[in-house]
């Protein structure tokens, strides 16, 4: 399976600054269509995960312009350009490349 | 908008089979992939398997023996059924659309306990 590995593990934050979240995959997530499947997913507490990104740098409806997602083959960023409140949680990345789809460990982004 | 709705038992004794069923409603359920993804408590997720609308299917290698993932066009649901649970099963089960590259509407989760 690929794994993908998210860093940090916890990212306290300043509400108003920024946030940056990495995530590695062990293989290049460029498919044979020549798209990168890579999304974002944020889920707060006792919540179900809320698709934030999609193919890389794709916002889901009603996702604030403040999320961006960028990267390319095996190294992504999700960039929160400023926190607010209503941010908090985990944060998921997930490769839907090759089978079967695997999850990042998650990145808890608290306010400081 | 699309919403779904798992249901079925919250505790299921060890050796026995896990069954959900997931409501699809505010939309078709064909067209589009169905899947099932899992969370341990306080862990990250797990795919389990995706099913079409029209019956294909595919596996998580891992689960693969114990998985059937099954759909009902009429109800506009779909299931799925884990067997030979072991605590290690213990998970909240989540019901989600997409499946081959990704998901956007996710159910709110159901927690399934495995204990005897």
């Known amino acids: 399976d690929v794994v993908m590995t998210q860093s940090p593990l916890s990212l306290p934050v300043t509400l108003g600054q920024p946030a940056s979240i990495s995530c590695r995959s062990s293989q290049s997530l460029v498919y044979s269509d020549g798209n990168t499947y890579l999304n974002w997913f944020h889920q707060r507490p006792g919540q179900s995960p809320r698709r934030l990104i999609y193919k890389v740098s794709n916002w889901d409806s009603g996702v604030p312009d403040r999320f961006s997602g960028s990267g390319s083959g095996t190294d992504f960023t999700l960039k929160i350009s400023r926190v607010e409140a209503e941010d908090v949680g985990v944060y998921y990345c997930m490769q839907g490349t090759h089978w079967p789809p695997t999850f990042g460990g998650g990145t808890k982004v608290e306010i400081k | ?116």
């Open chain 2, 1 to 116: 908008q699309v919403q779904l709705q798992e249901s079925g038992p919250g505790l299921v004794k060890p050796s026995e089979t896990l069954s959900l069923a997931c409501t699809v409603s505010g939309g078709s359920i064909s067209s589009y992939f169905w899947s099932w993804i899992r969370q341990p408590p306080g862990k990250g997720l797990e795919w389990i398997a995706y099913i079409s609308y029209s019956g294909i299917t595919n596996y998580n290698p891992s689960l693969k023996s114990r998985v059937t993932i099954s759909v009902e066009t009429s109800k506009n649901q779909f299931s799925l059924k884990l067997s030979s649970v072991t605590a290690a099963d213990t998970a909240v089960y989540y019901c989600a659309r997409g499946g081959v590259d990704t998901v956007d509407y996710w159910g709110q989760g159901t927690l399934v306990t495995v204990s005897s």
